[in-house]
């Protein structure tokens, strides 16, 4: 520099006002070679802030109601947000867009670990949970993933753009078909314990165990293995990371209970256990094992800046035929036309189901596309490829009936061989439509600018529909470098509640006792019960001794799974609202959109019934508001309100069956001057009233006077829309006359 020392420059650059990026970039050109030094190489001079430990930086937080462990939260540091946010300035100030910008902030900028013995809420998917624990150097490290998936996106190193430039020779990825062999794992130890090095190791949740007891120097039973000792580690000093411990109950069924279960008795024995999450759990459902060494863990929470952060934007799109209508929009991408509300993108589309997908895949020639279509699912489920090479078998046959040319056709032999699989790894590139099922929905890593999200409920298909506070968050965040922050969610119609909770309460309660009297019958019994179901049901598990022999206990994951789901069908989904509601809740703004539908529900749309009898138009009017109608339907039962205002009021005060049983005619339902109306709308309000009136003063033994009589009867007509509304209507009333200041008045007494 000419005239200024580079200290100098440093210093000036450290305390750049955000707020005045363009005058401080003057400033700081004169005061650097006359102009002629840049903000990027300014940038270059000021180095990053030094990352700090978890526990140094953590502060306590008051509990709520109902917690039992202490909880702590991590402010990212002042230091590191100015000098990222003096980054950011300098980027767009040298003319990158803000929308070119990397906005995101990283644990690994300001965290140098993930603390010890903590529920890790850091905050944020794609923050690099995953990352920083590999990357801890001074200790060794396995990390348990939900899905085989997760697990690969690990095992790549990515370039600048985010292309895969390579595989990770310092981590060691396990999964079932993957390295699963104990020869694998042998091979990779000697080499860490030639070179003196730490181990990584990341694995699904399945392979846990097993690996837990080649570390040991045991067999998958447990037993000693002679071969296996020569490379014994003693794992229990090692860090065991949990990652998406949401995931853990979601997981927990079928065939990977038992492996599960092996995961969590780890947390007793390993000094080192840290749970990592984007979408925390309520206490209510953590694991008992956490509880079980008391003092042993808390909950540290990561609170990053609003600033930092993208909202997603939901546009709900209600349709009746979500099938037909997403293959619509498919086929529009593969014309290149994307989306049919939007400018061009590639689709990703998530729904946790592979007939679904199939089923769109008939709808847009999925043969002939076969280069710009990928799809995700379970690669270990054989029944997924079985249903897939069928498919193709059967789309096949039906072109050769046709006389058409098979488009792809070496391809499509070499799959109905099974000699390639039609299924994609995580890690393979995206294309114009890519589906995911389950096993891409939380953890694994997907780079695509160009990316539109959809999610797809299908009603007939419980395991379509997704808990907004966890998975439908993670869903979203799986597309790591996307910048649009819009999200397409299809679904048919909203779930119906089951039960009320204070029904599901004591439904659970009536359980528990049945519970004790299953786990008191014999093993034969119990055994029979296994096998019908009837141990599921009441959260009944069997388990397995050292020496083989089954015992049945009581399953807390089975009940955690239970109730979840009730929450997600009854408290988030039910209606419309309630999903709204759960969207704001998360952090995600909701609109709607009408479906472009086909010609019979658009003409319904614009003429909605208007030439139908009143039994027509009312049994719409309430088919359409039972279903909790969006979109083209939501119009609809608007245009039928505006045409019919009473139909509102009709269905608040009376059922389909009541109208049914007045045979549909309006005037028996109505009355003379709605005077029929009005008492039922009276009946129903009646407790809402009382309760009005209560408020103000007028309940049993107030004495009112003409005035404040009318101002009451006021209160009522204005706040529940009567036209006419006396006291008497709800009170046992007295009238009497009193002398008051010299004067006749008459009083109202309320006497119950």
Known sequence: MKNKDIKTVADFAKGIDTKKADETFKAIQELAYGGDFHFSDIAKLVEQPATKKVEDIMKPVPSEPGDRLPHYKVEVPADFLRWKKNKIDGEILLGNGKEEVDMKIYLSDFLSDLGDNCIFEKGSTGCGGTTLALNQNDRHVIVAMPTRNTVQSKEVIRGKDNNIIGKRNDVFCIWGGHNDHFEDLAAYLEKKKTFNEKVKIVCTYDQIGKLYNRLMGRDNMGNINHGMQRLAYNPLNWWLYIDEMHEVINAYQGERRESIRQMLDLIKVVKHVVFITATPLKEEFFFSQIFDQEGRFKVVKVDFPEWTKMKPQIV??????????VGKEMKAYLKNEGNLFEAPLNAHVFVNSLDVIIS??????????????????GQGDDNNQIKLVRFIEKEVAKMVKEGKEIPNKSYLDDVIDGKVSPISS??????????????AFCGADIFDKNAQIYVISVSSRKQTYYDISTTFLQIIGRVRDSKNPKVVYYYDKNTYQDTDKKAYLEEMED????????????????????????????????????????????????????KLNWEVFNLQLSTAV???AAFNQNGMDVSDEVVKEDREIQE??????????????????????????????????????????????IYDLYTFDEIKKAGFVLRAIIGDRGT???????????????????????????????????????????????????????????????????????ITIIEG
């Not at 709808?363 to 990928?374: F, T, V």
């Not at 006419?724 to 006749?744: A, D, Y």
């Open 578 to 580: 309630n999903m709204a």
């Open 604 to 649: 319904r749309f614009q003429n909605p019934t208007k030439r139908g009898t009143f039994e027509e138009k009312i049994t719409q009017y309430y088919q359409l508001r039972d279903k909790g109608a969006h979109g083209v339907d939501g119009a609809v039962v608007a245009s039928l309100e505006k045409q019919y205002p009473e139909y509102r009021e």
């Open 511 to 562: 359980r528990k006792e049945l519970q004790k009297n299953i786990l008191r019958s014999s093993p034969k019994a119990l055994l029979i019960a296994e096998k019908d179901g009837t141990a599921d049901r009441y959260y009944i598990t069997k388990r397995i001794d050292s020496e083989g022999n089954p015992y049945f206990v009581d399953d807390e994951l089975l009940r955690f799974k239970d």
């Open 676 to 746: 029929l109306l009005a008492k039922r709308k009276l009946e129903k309000r009646k407790g809402d009233i009382i309760a009005l009136l209560n408020s103000v003063g007028v309940s049993p033994g107030a004495e009112l006077d003409s005035k404040k009589k009318k101002a009451a009867e006021k209160a009522i007509m204005d706040g529940f829309g009567f036209k006419k509304f006396k006291l008497q209507e709800v009170f046992k009333v007295q009238s009497v006359q009193r002398k008051i200041k010299g004067k006749n008045t008459r």
């Open 426 to 439: 995580i890690n393979d590139s995206p294309k114009k439509i890519n589906f995911y099922t389950s096993t």
């Open 316 to 325: 709900r799109r209600q349709t009746p035929k979500v099938v037909y209508d």
């Open 360 to 377: 769109i895949l008939r709808r847009i020639d999925y043969l002939a596309n076969l280069e710009r279509i990928r799809i995700v699912c």
